[in-house]
């Protein structure tokens, strides 16, 4: 009895592992997904789960053919940071002829507001990946946003608890003195 009863166990282990494999997704890839019609917050979530960058998740994504608003949408809903997928959609728009006109400033702004995010927080973020200050301006009043002319960015400090003025330390000491940290014009 014992032996039958060892050899059911080791059976059910070697089942379990079995089934477990087979239900990793091991070859699935982004345009695989894209392909056989996933959801793109799911193709998303699948890339980063298989140790993608989002960069590389939206590369593929949009090589396969996906809808550059559907995954920009898809993208701000798993979290992706505004600025860096304003940045990388501009960037991508601006290299590709197919996307030139379907992804620029204005309406990567219109899609992050369609989806509740602040008109002030698109267009910080909006400058902060590198768009011009009057072209935010523009994009804010075609959204719609009352006194769009009067926005003012004001990029971000340094982090919390950094003292003013003291620069970084250098390993071997660095030495010489100085004259403390120099300020930025501000505009």
């Known amino acids: 009895m014992r032996n039958v009863m060892k050899n059911l166990v080791s059976r059910s282990v ?3 592992f079995l ?6 997704p091991v070859g699935a890839t982004v345009p695989g997904d894209i392909a056989a019609g996933l959801p793109l917050d799911r193709v998303i979530a699948n890339g980063l789960g298989a140790g993608l960058t989002m960069e590389a998740i939206l590369g593929q994504a949009l090589d396969a053919g996906a809808n550059p608003e559907k995954l920009f949408k898809a993208a701000v809903a798993q979290g992706g940071d505004l600025s860096r997928l304003f940045k990388y959609f501009l960037d991508r728009c601006a290299a590709d002829p197919k996307l030139r006109e379907t992804c620029g400033a204005c309406p990567l702004m ?11 927080e ?10 011009e200050l009057q072209q935010v301006r523009d994009c804010l009043a075609s959204m719609g ?38 300020a930025s014009p501000s505009f």
């Open 14 to 16: 070697v089942i379990i």
């Open 19 to 24: 089934l477990l494999l087979g239900a990793w």
């Open 110 to 120: 219109k899609w992050a507001k369609e989806i509740g995010k602040d008109a002030v």
């Open 122 to 131: 698109i267009a910080n973020a909006m400058m902060a990946a590198g768009s």
């Open 145 to 182: 946003l009352p006194n769009a002319e009067t926005y003012a960015y004001t990029p971000p400090g340094p982090p919390p608890g950094a003292p003013f003025g003291v620069g970084p330390t250098f390993p071997g000491g660095g030495g010489g003195g100085g004259g403390g940290g120099v």
